[in-house]
Every structure is written in C-alpha cells, then in structure tokens.
C-alpha cells in the first residue's frame, strides 16, 4: 500500500532554511489529480497546513507562510520537498507529509500520512 | 484561533456515543466537503471520514460523520479506550483559498 517516510535534519538554527523531504513508496508520486502535501503540529497544538504540490510542480501555499515556503518535486525520485526559509521557535514542530485530492478546484481530504519528523528551531 | 471551531474536549463511558461538532461558514463547511482525522497519543493523524459522511477502507461502521449548514458532526458508537485520542476536523476554505483544520477536540473514554 501506499507509504510516505518524510527525512531531514532534526535541529535547525534560528535564521537558517529548514529542509525536508518526503518519499513515497508503493505508488507514483505522478497520478493523476493527486496532490501531495505539508502539514505541521507545533508539540502540543493543533495541526497547520502549509502547502500542496503536484506531480507537474503547480503548487499552493498557506498564505500564512506563503512567503518563506517552497514546495518541490522530484518525479524522478518519487520524493517531494519542503524549504522554509528564515525559520524562528515558532517553526519547531513534527513535520508530516501527506497525499491530498484535488476535485473540482477544492482539496478533499489527506490520507495517508506520513510518521512525521520532529523539527527543532535552536541554537 | 482557527476558522473551524471545536470543542477542546468531549468525554463517555465505554460502550456510549459521542458526538464532536466542528463550526464553520459557507466559505468552508457550508460549501465544501468535511473530512475527519484521528490523531492517537504520539502517532500520525489518520483519516477517518471524508466527504462528509464516507468511511474509507477499515473504518468501522460505528463511526459516522453528517453535516448540515456551516456545521459538520463526528459521532462513535460503543466507544472504547482505545477511542481515546485527539480528534480534528478539515476543509478546503473558499474565501481563504487554503486548508484548515479545527483546533482539535481531546476524547477521553471514562
């Protein structure tokens, strides 16, 4: 069945770029109308979405952090990436990656979910 | 605060039914599909109802979701402990043009 593994380092510097990878396996990261997406959980709080990519590199973002979030794919690899720049503590959190659908220009639902990866922003 | 309201916490006794609400505006819940997550202690969320009212594959009959207006319901049936878990609900928003979730409701099975 389908699985996604996110990867990347578990601390980061405030100011720097976090980085994160996401690898799917049992399935292609290319299907149609198939989006695949960011979502994040400071410890403790509630869940945030961050942005969805496709498989051509459309991509859509939480304007929240629209300007410091970059999605993008590698079809190649089956792996899909986040950067976000100039990070602070209110970035530290568990990273998931998920697939998401796109259906008649709304997104449905995220299913599955990657474990998640714990992100922290310290010096 | 979020855009989806939910209370932050529900509670029942084993084998009772709970609800869990989640409130929204016609830029979301009045207008686009509802989807439900449930989030057990230090796993990943995990999808348990979409489009409203859809179980996927492996989600028992016992849950349920139902909406009607800017409001969307979860319900469980014959809960159990291992219901207990932290629970959210998610839209597309219109007017936002993003994802959202609720801010989560904690169930606890007494």
């Known amino acids: 069945q389908l699985q996604l593994q996110e990867s990347g380092p578990g601390l980061v510097k405030p100011s720097e770029t976090l980085s994160l990878t996401c690898t799917v396996s049992?399935?292609?990261?290319?299907?149609?109308?198939?989006?695949w997406g960011w979502i994040r959980q400071p410890p403790g709080k509630g869940l945030e979405w961050i942005g969805n990519?496709?498989?051509?590199?459309?991509?859509y973002y939480n304007p929240s952090v629209k300007s410091r979030v970059t999605i993008s794919v590698d079809t190649s690899k089956n792996q899909f990436s986040l950067k976000l720049t100039s990070v602070t503590a209110a970035d530290t959190a568990v990273y998931y990656c998920?697939?998401?659908?796109?259906?008649?220009?709304?997104?449905?639902?995220?299913?599955?979910w990657g474990q998640g990866t714990l992100v922290t922003v310290s010096s | 605060q979020s855009v989806l309201t939910q209370p932050p916490s529900v509670s029942a006794a084993p084998g009772q039914k709970v609800t869990i609400s989640c409130s929204g505006s016609?830029?979301?819940?009045?207008?686009?599909?509802v989807s439900w997550y449930q989030q057990l202690p230090g796993t990943a969320p995990k999808l348990l109802i979409y489009?409203?009212?859809k179980r996927p594959s492996g989600i028992p009959d016992r849950i349920s979701g139902s909406k009607s207006g800017t409001s969307a319901t979860l319900g469980i049936t014959g809960l159990q402990t291992g219901d207990e878990a932290d629970y959210y609900c998610?839209?597309?928003?219109?007017?936002?043009?993003?994802?959202?979730f609720g801010g989560g409701t904690k169930l606890t099975v007494l």
């Open positions: 049992g399935g292609s990261i290319s299907s149609n109308s198939y989006y």
């Open positions: 489009d409203n009212n």
């Open positions: 990519i496709y498989y051509s590199g459309g991509t």
């Open positions: 998920a697939r998401t659908l796109l259906w008649f220009g709304e997104f449905n639902w995220f299913d599955p």
């Open positions: 998610g839209i597309w928003d219109s007017s936002l043009s993003a994802w959202v």
């Open positions: 016609s830029s979301n819940i009045g207008n686009n599909y």
